[in-house]
């Protein structure tokens, strides 16, 4: 069975049996020179900068990845409580954390 990941919390219908600790995942990415340009030449027209949504979603899904690896090392059932926080170190990297209490449910 995969393991639960919520916002809430609590999981719906089940009982928290033990909490386990703080869990998270760390991922630090550059979007490269290439798509760097291209981005930047792409905002001169407005809208939607398609590589950096693409990047940033992908590095989220990365980061709930390595939280997941994390909680599962711990013995956890489920993550509670999970969260998103980034920031830019320099001006060319973004840092993301996918961050939550891990727990084991009755």
Known sequence: MAMVVTTAFEVAGREIGETLGTVFGVVV???????????SLRSLGGGEIHEYTRLLE?????AVDRMLENAGKMGADAVV???????????TMTEVVAYGTAVKLR
């Open 58 to 62: 992908d590095t989220r899904r990365q």
């Open 81 to 91: 409580a999970m969260r998103f926080d980034s920031s830019e170190i320099g001006q």
């Open 29 to 39: 990415r550059s979007q490269g020179l290439g798509g760097n340009i291209l981005a």
